[in-house]
């Protein structure tokens, strides 16, 4: 059997445990940028029209129900928010934006905001179409209850 020879190192190697990592982090603005928050803004931003202008009055209004929201960005692009658990997503299309609440069945809607998917067993939408007439109240007092469901939920 052939022997191994040892290698020596040299004093001015450093050990492997010692290596640092090839990459660089990122400029803070390129983060923030890639960063959940960044990336709806930025979502906003591409719409360019009432949509875009839309989704943002809603994520003010989720925000000003709960100043606690986390922001996600999930499933290829769709703004998710959360405290407790899943508060609701923010959906663009051609011709609506569908903010879809997952656990909406279980809330109370005194003010009838959900329009869309009532047939099923656990989620509720709301359909935003152009020139629609929000209320802003009702869907700020749907945000804390879906979030005093979440936190009751976890007990």
Known sequence: MAKK????RSSSAKPRTAKKSAKKAAPRSQRA????????????????DWRGETLSRIRDAIKQADPGVTEEWKWRGVPVWYDGGMICTGETY???????????????????LFNSSLDGN????????????????ALKA???AAVALNH???R
């Open 33 to 48: 940028r890639k960063s959940p928050s960044g990336l709806i803004d930025r979502r906003i931003k591409e719409l360019g």
């Open 122 to 137: 656990v989620r509720r939408a709301i359909d935003f179409h152009e020139g629609d007439k929000v209320d802003w109240a």
């Open 5 to 8: 020879k040892a290698r020596s």
């Open 142 to 144: 749907l945000v804390r």
């Open 152 to 154: 009751r939920s976890k």
């Open 94 to 112: 051609k011709d609506h934006v569908k903010v879809t609440f997952a656990k909406g069945a279980t809330l109370d809607d005194p003010d009838h």
